[in-house]
C-alpha cells in the first residue's frame, strides 16, 4: 500500500554511530545534494488550553537555511514551512485479529497520519495571525537534517525520503514513504521492525526528561 499524497508514513530508527550509518547508505548509492544538511528551527502552536494536542493534531512552523553559508555568499534568507498534522491512526482490531499486514500493523510499526503543508512567505506575519486566532507558540525544538537521495536504479525505493536528523536528545534516521520500501530500507541499514520508533520528537524529548528527572523546556542545542 502506498501513501496517499497527504498522508504521512514514517518510522524514526535511532543511530548510534553516524558514520557507519552513512557508509551504509553510500554502500546504497544514496546522496546527500548541495546544501542537503538544513538547520531547522521549529514552533509548535496550539491553543492556552491545548485544544489540538488533546485531540493529536500539530500544528508547526517551520524555518529551514542551509547548516553553511557558503563562501562569500549572502546570509540565506529562511525557508518557512506551515505544517498540519492530524492524529496518529490506529489499528483496526478485527484486521488485527485476522493477521492482515498492513493496515493492522502500521498504527504499531509505523506513524500514520494526515499531513498538510504549505511554504509562507512571511512567517512573521503568519505568528501575527496564529496568535490574534488565540494560538501561541508553546514549544520549540531544533535540529539539522540531511536530505538522501537514492538513485533511479534502486525502483524498490520509488517514492521513499531518507533523512537523518541530529537532534538534542541524539541522532536519529527517518524513513518516510511506502511501508514496503520502509522496511527494505531499514533492513538495509542494519535495523529490524523491533527498532521502529513512531513517536514524535516531542515525546521522545519529555520521555528523556523523565527519566533524566529535568523539567522540560525547549529542545535546543546549547547556545553558541
Not at 499524497?5 to 554502500?27: D, F, Y
Not at 496550539?46 to 547548516?67: F, I, N, S
Not at 553559508?69 to 484486521?95: F, H
Not at 495571525?129 to 525505493?157: C, D, H, N, V
Request: proline share 8%; aromatic share 8%.
Amino acid at each position: 500500500m502506498k501513501p496517499s499524497g497527504n498522508q504521512e508514513i514514517e518510522v524514526k530508527l535511532r543511530v548510534t554511530h553516524p558514520p557507519a550509518l552513512r557508509r551504509r547508505l553510500a554502500r546504497l548509492g544514496a546522496r546527500g545534494g548541495p546544501g542537503a544538511r538544513i538547520h531547522e528551527t521549529n514552533t509548535l502552536f496550539d491553543t492556552p488550553q491545548g485544544g489540538l494536542a488533546k485531540h493529536g493534531q500539530l500544528l508547526r512552523l517551520r524555518l529551514e537555511k542551509p547548516a553553511r553559508k557558503a563562501r562569500g555568499s549572502r546570509e540565506a534568507i529562511p525557508r518557512a514551512v506551515l505544517t498540519y498534522k492530524g492524529p496518529a491512526e490506529k489499528p483496526n482490531a478485527a484486521e488485527a485479529a485476522q493477521g492482515k499486514s498492513f493496515s493492522a500493523t502500521r498504527g504499531k510499526r509505523y506513524k500514520v497520519r494526515e499531513e498538510l503543508e504549505v511554504v509562507v512567505a512571511d512567517p512573521q506575519q503568519l505568528r501575527l495571525i496564529l496568535e490574534a486566532l488565540g494560538l501561541r507558540g508553546w514549544f520549540r525544538y531544533e535540529k539539522y537534517r540531511t536530505t538522501y537521495r537514492l538513485p533511479a536504479s534502486q525502483r524498490w525505493a520509488a517514492g521513499l525520503h531518507v533523512e537523518l536528523d541530529e537532534t538534542p536528545i541524539g541522532n536519529f534516521v527517518e524513513l518516510e514513504g511506502p511501508p514496503e520500501a520502509i522496511d527494505r530500507a531499514a533492513q538495509l541499514l542494519g535495523y529490524r521492525p523491533a527498532d521502529y520508533i513512531s513517536k514524535t520528537y516531542l515525546s521522545l524529548y519529555l520521555s528523556q526528561c523523565r527519566k533524566q528527572g529535568v523539567e522540560p523546556g525547549d529542545m535546543l542545542f546549547p547556545a553558541k
